[in-house]
């Protein structure tokens, strides 16, 4: 079974510059997740999507970040325009619903660098 | 406050030894799931083992073991029989449960960086 995919896997931009990350869930995952992980700490959720709908995105920066998950499948998130502090590893996740006992499948992150 | 709280930020133990990482937590739900991810270099988490909140005995996968405490609310992932291949990032979570109807989002603490050493 594929796992969560993710891409780029590195992204080096300037600030103000605008970025985009992929993400594609494991097939039949209903439940799609966007976390940042700064250097040190612990991923932190910034949108949770149920099929294509939103369930969770009270820790999205709203004026900068932006996410879609069309059709329900795979999803992008953006950033526009990119701050210094917007430097982090951005992971996707995906589960097959979202009960409190569902365990979350990562992919393997997209390194962001703002210089 | 803190949901997930890891004191460890650092633990070092030898191959062949058992290790724990500590992990308490903070709710007030009554149904809660609590995770243990691994993430090693290459960044990935890993899903390791899973303990709910009604579940009476401790949860066991392979050489993980999870020491649920509730009355302390503490889950402590005990790692058997280390090997060096367990060097990485262990990270504690928690997804809080029907209170609300839906599940929470999963809260991670700050992780401890385990090291296993020959």
């Known amino acids: 079974e594929a796992g969560v995919a993710q891409s780029p896997r590195y992204k080096i931009i300037e600030k103000r510059q605008s970025v985009a990350f992929w993400c594609n869930p494991i097939?039949?995952?209903?439940?799609l997740y966007w976390y940042q992980q700064i250097l040190g700490q612990g991923p932190k959720l910034l949108i949770q999507?149920?099929?294509?709908?939103?369930?969770?995105d009270s820790q999205l920066p709203k004026d900068r970040f932006s996410a879609e998950r069309l059709k329900g499948v795979d999803s992008t998130l953006k950033i526009q325009p990119a701050k210094l502090e917007d430097s982090a590893v951005y992971l996707c996740?995906?589960?097959?619903?979202?009960?409190?006992?569902?365990?979350?499948?990562f992919g393997s992150g997209t390194q962001l660098s703002v210089l | 406050a803190q949901k997930i709280t890891q004191t460890q930020p650092g633990m070092f133990v030898q191959e062949k030894e058992a290790v724990t990482l500590d992990c308490t937590y903070d709710?007030?739900?009554?149904?809660?799931?609590l995770f243990w991810y691994k993430q090693p270099s290459s960044g990935e988490m890993i899903f390791l083992i899973y303990?709910?909140?009604?579940?009476?005995q401790n949860a066991t996968e392979g050489r993980y073991s999870l020491n649920f405490q509730k009355a302390r609310k503490s889950a402590n992932l005990v790692i058997s029989a280390s090997q060096l291949g367990d060097s990485a990032m262990y990270f504690c979570?928690?997804?809080?449960?029907?209170?609300?109807?839906?599940?929470?989002?999963?809260?991670f603490g700050t992780g401890t960086r385990l090291q296993v050493t020959l």
């Open positions: 097939s039949g995952h209903a439940t």
């Open positions: 996740a995906s589960s097959s619903d979202s009960t409190f006992n569902e365990k979350l499948f």
């Open positions: 709710t007030s739900d009554q149904s809660y799931g």
């Open positions: 979570a928690m997804r809080e449960g029907e209170s609300t109807g839906t599940a929470s989002k999963l809260t």
């Open positions: 999507f149920q099929n294509n709908g939103v369930v969770d």
């Open positions: 303990q709910g909140s009604y579940d009476e």
